[in-house]
């Protein structure tokens, strides 16, 4: 059973208290303090102005446009309907969004004709993801991650990553951890009933493959027809990992590990962190 099918229709309603100009705000900051000490590589260099531009040292303005651009730009991987693309976006970056979902990815689009924003949406799996050069950084966040259920297909991911990277680029992603899915969730329901919608989420955790199984049953008023709903299934699947298996997928990816914070505190990561923000630069 495919995910993010129906509910894609009422994600955004019941993501509506998810702290997405809070993520933006974390974000933006870490690209700031890793950014600033950056380098163009061969071509040039890269010196931090203010806000997010930079002046290339080149003696071709081609050259030197095409780098500040890339060095500008971000990639965000699992982008879903857009919601963060669209906050970073009004930030001043220069924004690509990657989905294998198309009803998502389509919400994202429609969000981009009413904002007018200029943001790039393509419809890839993030195991065999291409751009057309590369980025700045890249993003992932929302436990996109943890969709990947094989150890191969992390590694594989952040290879792209690194491969994608502009020199010196940072990649900024979270996961949830073994600990929530098991200690947390584990094996309960839960049921929430809007205006609009309803859904019920029957979760189960199976501890020996440290996956974690949840069968939503998605209720969604039509709009014609007197008190008619529409019924929607989907089964999601994730795995939950630690936070040293996630450094070694990056030191097999040939990331090079920077940081790594507990990320509902925002302080040093505990036995109980439930969703880790890990941080790492492109290996040379």
Not at 90 to 110: C, H, P, S, V
Not at 138 to 162: A, G, H, K, Q
Not at 233 to 259: C, N, S
Request: glycine share 8%; hydrophobic share 35%.
């Amino acid at each position: 059973m495919e995910a993010y099918t129906g509910f894609a229709q009422v994600y955004d309603i019941f993501m509506d208290d998810t702290p997405y100009e809070e993520w933006c705000g974390y974000l933006t900051g870490v690209l700031e303090k890793y950014q600033e000490s950056g380098s163009a590589g061969a071509a040039g260099t890269a010196v931090p102005k203010t806000g997010n531009n930079y002046i290339i040292e080149t003696d071709d303005d081609v050259i030197k446009n095409n780098l500040q651009q890339e060095h500008n730009s971000i990639l965000d991987l699992g982008c879903g309907t857009g919601t963060l693309t669209e906050l970073l976006a009004r930030q001043g970056y220069d924004m690509i969004g990657i989905d294998n979902a198309q009803e998502m990815l389509q919400i994202a689009m429609d969000k981009r004709d009413e904002s007018g924003l200029d943001i790039l949406y393509l419809l890839q799996d993030m195991r065999e993801f291409e751009l057309y050069g590369t980025v700045g950084a890249v993003i992932s966040v929302c436990d996109s991650v943890n969709y990947l259920l094989e150890e191969e297909d992390i590694v594989r991911t952040f290879r792209l990553v690194n491969n994608y990277l502009f020199p010196k680029g940072i990649f900024i992603f979270d996961f949830n951890t073994v600990y929530k899915y098991a200690a947390v969730i584990g094996d309960a329901t839960i049921a929430e009933n809007r205006e609009e919608c309803s859904f019920i989420w029957d979760n189960y955790y199976h501890e020996a493959e440290q996956i974690n199984e949840y069968d939503l049953t998605i209720f969604v008023r039509q709009k014609t027809g007197e008190g008619l709903y529409r019924r929607f299934q989907e089964t999601h699947y994730q795995r939950g990992y630690e936070l040293e298996q996630m450094k070694d997928f990056l030191r097999q990816a040939g990331l090079v590990f920077l940081e790594a914070i507990d990320a509902d505190t925002q302080e040093a990561v505990r036995n109980e962190s439930e969703r880790i923000y890990v941080v790492a630069r492109k290996g040379e």
